[in-house]
Every structure is written in structure tokens, then in C-alpha cells.
């Protein structure tokens, strides 16, 4: 059984850091796709970061370049995303999800219905 495990959020200041982590077991990142989408209050869940097996990113959200870094340490099976330069409008419950079958690796994977989610993790930015 797939699970994924979020931890890192808080309430920052604009301008401010944070970095996320998520723990998973049950699906190998070395050779699976994994992602980070959020949803904010209100709003529908975006997809934020795509990273491949071997560690690249291969999409991130356009608002968010230059300040959130996606990466992996395989060994760990943890995945992190290290949040920069933090505006209230990241305010949102941020999400670790892979898809149900590494070979569903494709892009456009973070569209199935079927991918595991963890229970979120909080991110609250303040002005």
C-alpha cells in the first residue's frame, strides 16, 4: 500500500522560507515520477511540480519559478520542495501525490483521478 506522508508547513511572513517534505513508502522514487500539487482555500488543486526517477524536474508552475525548488533523495524515498521567497498568494494546503503505476509516468499524469495523495500539509503567507 502506497503512503505518503507530508510535513514542514507553517505561517511565515512574506518573504520568508519554508521546505516540505514528503516520506513514501510503498512506491520506489528511483524508479517512479512523483509531484507536488496545492490547493488554496476556495480554489482548485494546481499542479505545482512534476520530478522524474532520476531527479529532474520536468514542470514547474510558472509562479513559482526562480523561488521553489522540487528535488528527491532516492535513498530516503523523500521528496522536498524548498519554498523561497514565500507571497501570500502560496497560502494553501501543499500536496506530495505519485501516480498508481510507475509506468504511468508519462506527462500529464498529475490529470488521473487515480494517483495517491497524502493528507497536505499547511502553508500560510502572510502580508
Given amino acids: 500500500q502506497v503512503q505518503l506522508v507530508e510535513s ?3 505561517s511565515v511572513q512574506a518573504g520568508g522560507s519554508l521546505t ?3 516520506v513514501v513508502s510503498g512506491y520506489s522514487l528511483s524508479n517512479g515520477c ?3 500539487f ?3 482555500p476556495g480554489k482548485e488543486r494546481e499542479f505545482v511540480a512534476r520530478i522524474t526517477k532520476d531527479g529532474t524536474t520536468g514542470y514547474l508552475l510558472r509562479s513559482v519559478q526562480g523561488r521553489f525548488t522540487a528535488s528527491t533523495d532516492n535513498a ?11 507571497e501570500p498568494e502560496d497560502t494553501a494546503t501543499y ?12 506527462p ?6 487515480d494517483n495517491t495523495f497524502g493528507q ?3 502553508v500560510t503567507v502572510s502580508s
Fill in 108 to 113: 500529464g499524469w498529475q490529470q488521473r483521478s
Fill in 34 to 36: 512523483v509531484g507536488w
Fill in 38 to 40: 496545492r490547493q488554496a
Fill in 95 to 106: 500536496y506530495c501525490a505519485v501516480p498508481k503505476s510507475r509506468f504511468l509516468c508519462s
Fill in 76 to 86: 530516503k524515498n523523500t521528496l522536498f520542495l524548498q519554498m523561497n521567497d514565500l
Fill in 20 to 22: 516540505l517534505s514528503c
Fill in 8 to 10: 514542514g508547513g507553517g
Fill in 120 to 122: 497536505g500539509t499547511e
